[in-house]
């Protein structure tokens, strides 16, 4: 029986190092395995490292160190899970591994490995496997065909190099009824430091089209577990940690009013106390859902604002009707308030239609939400091409053009820390961050400065309203 290892790298969002929650995708394909009966070591570079730590390490130091983490469990398969943002990073372990342990089997998945197969496995030819789209059926079936000697040539949803060619098998449909994934214990973790707070998904995928984002065409239906599941769900992480708080990372927990409401009473008719939190939007807060949702422990909102003007909603697709969606912001925002509810608003600069001054007045609202709310948290974000996303399309169809950013400060600031990006910034598709989206208003130099400034004076915004 092969030795099973499941590693997921650094995330390029080091905010995420505060809460060590394990990542849903690797733990579900543990589980998976665990359930037939497979020898599985699960690995989180996130439990590794303090915020501190993360952030004054050199690149090299922090694949060192998970390099040795990861060969200590010696496996016979080794599957890697990235987002695109982890990818410079997962290219200079997978080489250096490799080196190291030729005779491991390397499975790489995620959004590269779905979206751009063949210009994976060309950068990457160490790589033994990639796994296409959802990996938790299709890893169980090439880990059993591995396990066994036998051809991989009918699993579906793989590609993989053979006789120099690339091979791609046919995609594997999707998991339709959710409940059938088995439930979560993270047992399968060599390193699990106490975790208050644990990411949990009720629903798969998002029934909105916004431009600027990926996730329908990786996920591509959207799907939803029952209510009793994660009420289970939430039991079982109960009997085993104690005291936990639930963060659900659903894209929009909300769209499902009827949902939210049973779970909202199942929580109380169970007894079940616990600090949660989701995603929304704002033109889905209500008072009477909201308050409900209130009662059974709801404690903090994340809202994608994105803007506020009529225009760059529009070029996003952020609502059918911009109009209505921009009145229901500062309702919605007063409904929070009103409940006493946290809030984290997200917008995104650097449209192509957009001029200064429409950057400008999203600074603006965001300074007056700062003064006026006291529950509240503010995230900017610079525009990016995500992989598959209806810009990236329009960009690989010549609609769209793109600048490398000049000042590296500019990246940093406005998407963390990345690992090894310069190594891989001449490949959008490696390091989309380090780009901007061409503007009508300016050229590239003006809106460099102009993406600097605003950003410059949102930290101002951000020292002021963020607990230390």
Not at 127 to 133: C, W
Not at 373 to 402: A, C, F, M, P
Not at 412 to 441: C, T
Request: aromatic share 12%; hydrophobic share 40%; net charge positive.
């Amino acid at each position: 029986m092969k030795k099973i290892t499941l590693f997921w790298p650094p995330s390029h969002r080091i905010y995420e190092l505060r809460f060590k929650s394990p990542p849903l995708g690797i733990s579900t394909i543990a589980q998976i395995l665990q359930k037939n009966n497979f020898n599985v070591t699960s690995i989180d570079s996130h439990q590794f490292f303090s915020v501190k730590e993360f952030e004054n390490m050199s690149d090299e130091m922090i694949l060192k160190r998970l390099l040795s983490f990861v060969e200590k469990t010696e496996p016979d398969i080794l599957g890697i899970g990235s987002w695109t943002y982890s990818m410079p990073f997962v290219a200079e372990f997978i080489k250096e591994f490799k080196i190291k342990n030729p005779d491991t089997i390397l499975v790489l998945g995620g959004y590269n490995s779905t979206f751009l197969p063949n210009e994976t496995l060309q950068l990457l030819p160490q790589t033994d496997f990639l796994v296409r789209g959802e990996g938790h059926n299709t890893m169980l079936e090439l880990v059993k065909v591995l396990n066994n000697g036998k051809n991989v040539n009918r699993i579906k949803g793989i590609s993989f190099i053979k006789n120099g060619k690339i091979v791609h098998t046919q995609d594997r449909p999707m998991e339709e009824n959710l409940d059938n994934l088995p439930l979560l214990d993270f047992s399968s973790f060599t390193v699990l430091k106490k975790i208050k707070i644990f990411y949990l998904m009720s629903s798969i995928s998002c029934p909105y089209r916004c431009n600027f984002c990926s996730v329908n065409a990786f996920w591509k239906i959207f799907r939803t577990h029952s209510v009793d599941y994660i009420i289970k769900q939430i039991k079982l992480l109960q009997r085993i940690f104690g005291d936990v708080d639930i963060s659900f990372m659903d894209d929009n927990f909300t769209c499902r009013k009827e949902w939210v409401r049973k779970f909202s009473d199942e929580l109380k008719n169970n007894n079940i106390n616990i600090k949660w939190s989701c995603f929304s939007r704002a033109d889905f807060v209500e008072r009477e859902l909201f308050n409900k949702m209130k009662q059974s422990g709801l404690e903090s909102v994340f809202l994608g604002i994105e803007s506020i003007t009529s225009k760059t909603l529009k070029f996003f697709n952020k609502a059918g009707d911009v109009g209505v969606y921009k009145k229901t912001v500062e309702k919605s925002l007063s409904i929070l308030k009103e409940l006493k509810l946290a809030a984290s608003l997200s917008f995104i600069i650097g449209s192509p239609d957009e001029t200064r001054e429409d950057m400008l007045r999203n600074i603006e609202f965001m300074e007056s939400v700062s003064k006026n709310y006291d529950k509240i948290e503010l995230q900017l974000s610079k525009l990016v091409l995500e992989i598959n996303s209806t810009l990236w399309n329009r960009y690989i169809k010549g609609e769209i053009g793109i600048t490398k950013i000049k000042n590296g400060r500019l990246i940093a600031e406005y998407a963390g820390r990345q690992l090894f990006i310069k190594m891989y910034d001449d490949k959008v598709w490696m390091v989309p961050q380090a780009y901007m989206l061409n503007n009508s208003n300016m050229n590239s130099e003006e809106l460099e400065r102009t993406l600097l400034e605003l950003c410059e004076r949102f930290d101002n915004i951000k020292k002021f309203i963020l607990p230390k």
